[in-house]
């Protein structure tokens, strides 16, 4: 049986792990294993996370089954006062995928973004993720694309898609 729990400061070092263990698999044939390593390191070193939490507002949520944990999401709500919600991450476990995670993720993340009465749910997801797929079949739309400088010369080359 799949559950979804809201990420506590306990959870930080099983996000990150998750990260570790996803990043690779999923970015292998998109980035360089130079820029998974430095993008790892940036987004969720345990600093980093705690300070998406707790300055950026951030809300995680993570997937398990029993004692094990196999994916997680990060959404923010009103996303820069905007009243759009902002998913900032969802990733599962290649092994665990198909398995009905994401959906559970994607569709918890969803309901949030609903119940607070956020107009739509806006993500960013690399122009070459074949993870844009999914998303389509969720509702999403591509509204623009974006180039966004990250640091140490690299970029994240993106879509930016709306479910409303």
Known sequence: MITIVDAEESHFPIINSLAHRTWPHTFKDIL??????????????????KEQVEVKR???ILVKSGDEYFG????ELNYNQTGSAKLHKIYVLPESQGTGAGKALMDEVINRF???DNKSLLLNVNRDNPAIGFYE???????????IDIGNGYYMNDFVMELK
């Open 137 to 147: 079949h969720k509702g999403f739309k591509i509204i623009k694309t974006e180039d």
């Open 32 to 49: 360089s294993s130079e820029q998974i390593s430095y993008m790892l390191e940036w987004m969720y070193s345990i600093p980093a996370i």
């Open 58 to 60: 951030h809300q995680y």
């Open 72 to 75: 997680y999401a990060a959404y």
């Open 114 to 116: 609903r119940k607070a």
